[in-house]
């Protein structure tokens, strides 16, 4: 048994017996967050920063909210902020989030703790906290001017809640939320139940889906834009940056899906498994309910747990099915240049431009590879190596790397499939046994 394996085990019977104040205080209140800890150098040794030892919670490219125990109430501290935040290599955007961080750090509780939340306001303009998907006193609720005043730059408001039930939920900016979830301030919030039924979780993730309008060469997300998102990420990264899902074969997965992304649902899909959905914000789905999907669509102001048991080793990708939402920076306003023939228009082109080329004609899948000059802070079409050749895709994209032998869950590399079981040119002789006749390409 690895550390990591030692730890959740621990923090299972952690969570089934009570736990006690005391125990959690030192663990808790690390030096693993400070508002002045921003993730800007996020490297693959993240996910051992994502998660307490006392938490079973994976948060790939996240962490943990620390709080510390006064008396029976754990007491947490957000601070609204702007920072930083590295989307994926190249590409830094100014954010607006909490203690550096876009998702803000995912704050953790039990059904039954009293908890209370101290929110600095360190943006330039007001803000509130909103606790979505939580029962909270009315006046708790955190929608500026309806349910308490706006907390002005400088103030620190004070929210006292009780878990009333365990879910996956979510916080966010409730004052101008127009720019203010536009720039990041969102963020996850779970609650574990006092006494856990169902089979265990072993790797319980949490993925909170985002969506950002950031123009090629500048840094602030348009908090203006309504349709056309060109940045989609998973807890704050965009692909290559998302660190993949590892997973040990046999193994019980749960992952939570939160989307507080300005405007559009995702259709998060699966490759070579079917998962059942086993919870909305709203509450567990009955055993009874459930049934078997690939594809899970999760709509902006909702979060899905979906569970599945990793039988079946591999890389498998899992993404956003909008096809648009696996992209980075793709522009829009271009003509479509497929089966076009540019060779006299490149020619007379050529002669004001040196080296002019259209692109495009054949589909645009090679693009990606081509190492073109771009504006810099951007990350336009780059595609990412991969075992086979170049990934095209970005954005809303991680692998599920299922193994049957993992010393730890750091990143195994990549699948290595056995003889026989990997696609490859069919030779002649293959097609004339099967009956298989290629018809010369038609003209
Ligand atoms: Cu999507």
């Keep these: 048994m690895d550390r990591r394996r030692f730890l959740v085990g621990s923090s299972a019977l952690v969570g089934a017996t009570a736990v006690s104040p005391t125990s959690l205080t030192t663990e808790h209140v690390s030096a693993q967050d400070t508002h002045d800890t921003h993730d800007t150098h996020d490297t693959h040794d ?39 935040h590295e989307i994926a290599p190249g590409l830094t955007i100014r954010a607006w989030g909490f203690n550096g961080a876009t998702p803000g750090p995912v704050i953790e509780a039990t059904e039954g703790d009293r908890v209370r939340i ?10 509130a906290t909103h606790w979505h998907g939580l029962f909270v ?26 878990m009333r039930r365990a879910g996956t939920f979510m916080y966010h900016s409730h004052y101008d939320e127009m720019t203010q979830i ?22 319980d993730f949490v993925l909170m889906l985002h969506e950002w309008s950031i123009h090629p060469g500048t840094r602030r997300p348009d908090a203006l834009a309504m349709n056309d998102f060109n940045v989609l990420t998973f807890n704050g990264k965009a692909y290559p940056a998302t660190q993949p899902l ?8 749960r992952f ?33 309910a459930r049934f078997k999907e690939t594809t899970v669509l999760v709509p902006v102001g909702s979060t899905r747990d979906v569970e599945l048991v990793a039988t079946d080793v591999g890389d498998w990708a899992m993404h956003c099915h909008m096809t648009h939402h696996v992209m980075n920076q793709m522009g829009h306003e271009v003509p479509t240049m497929i089966g076009a023939d540019t060779t006299r228009a490149d020619a007379i082109i050529a002669r004001t431009v040196p080296g002019y080329m259209s692109m495009g004609q054949t589909g645009m899948g090679s693009m990606s590879a081509m190492d073109m000059p771009l504006p810099t802070n951007s990350i336009s079409m780059r595609s990412a ?12 994209f991680t692998v599920l790397k299922v193994r049957e032998d993992l010393a730890s869950y750091d990143d195994p590399g990549w699948y290595q499939p056995p003889p026989g079981t ?22």
């Excluded at 190596?385 to 809303?396: K, L, R």
């Design 182 to 203: 536009a720039l990041g301030a969102v963020g996850m919030f779970i609650v574990h139940p006092r006494r856990p039924s169902g089979p265990r979780i072993d790797r």
């Design 385 to 396: 190596p991969g075992p086979h050749g170049p990934i095209d895709m970005g954005g809303m």
């Design 118 to 127: 101290y929110v600095t306001n360190r943006l330039p303009e007001p803000t």
């Design 422 to 443: 990997l696609a490859r040119e069919a030779t002649t002789d293959e097609l004339a046994a099967d009956g298989i006749e290629i018809s010369p390409a038609p003209r």
């Design 256 to 288: 939570r899906f939160g989307n507080l992304g300005p405007m559009d649902h995702h259709p998060i899909h699966l490759h070579g498994y079917a998962f059942e959905l086993t919870a909305t914000d709203g509450g567990p789905i009955p055993p009874s």
């Design 246 to 253: 590892v997973v040990r074969r046999g193994e019980r997965v």
């Design 46 to 84: 993240a996910a051992q920063r994502a998660t307490s030892p006392s938490s079973p919670l994976v948060i790939p490219n996240g962490r943990l909210l620390p709080h510390r125990v006064v008396g029976d109430v754990k007491v947490f501290h957000l601070v609204a902020e702007e920072f930083d």
């Design 137 to 162: 006193p009315s006046g708790m609720d955190g929608v500026s001017g309806l349910s308490q005043p706006p907390i002005q730059p400088g103030q620190t408001f004070r929210y006292d809640l009780e």
